[in-house]
Nanobody
Framework: QVQLQESGPGLVKPSQTLSLTCTVT??????????WTWIRQPLGKELEWIGY???????YFNPSLKSRTSITRDTSKNHVILQLSSVTPEDTAVYYC?????????????????????WGQGTQVTVSS
């Protein structure tokens, strides 16, 4: 059974780069037809998809965040890495790593739902000086 675990600093200063790692166990991140997706939820707001990297390494980002987002992978460690640059307090949220099959990928727009795919437990990131 696949398991996903997010990790990274819980506090980031404004203008810095947020970097989170998703450690995947139980399945290779190169296995079709899965897309490894980053999603976040600010307190009191809806889930928002950030972007994803597919089993082949292709990436796609939410247009509203595209200019600040990078998603990469380390296949030797089975890690998926999110980097979000030039953060502001509006980037404060719980960040989730998720496995979404291709057939359900369209459901993440405009807002994802936790009933689709497999989710990590999430990690709180606060942007504050």
């Amino acid at each position: 059974q696949v398991q996903l675990q997010e990790s990274g600093p819980g506090l980031v200063k404004p203008s810095q780069t947020l970097s989170l790692t998703c450690t995947v166990t139980g399945e290779s991140i190169t296995t079709a037809p899965y897309y490894w997706t980053w999603i976040r939820q600010p307190l009191g707001k809806e889930l928002e998809w950030i972007g994803y990297i597919g089993y082949s390494g292709s990436t796609y980002f939410n247009p509203s965040l595209k200019s600040r987002t990078s998603i990469t992978r380390d296949t030797s460690k089975n890690h998926v890495i999110l980097q979000l640059s030039s953060v502001t307090p509006e980037d404060t949220a719980v960040y989730y790593c998720c496995r979404i099959p291709f057939a359900q990928l369209s459901t993440i727009e405009p807002h994802p739902t936790k009933t689709v795919g497999d989710w990590g437990q999430g990690t709180q990131v606060t942007v504050s000086s």
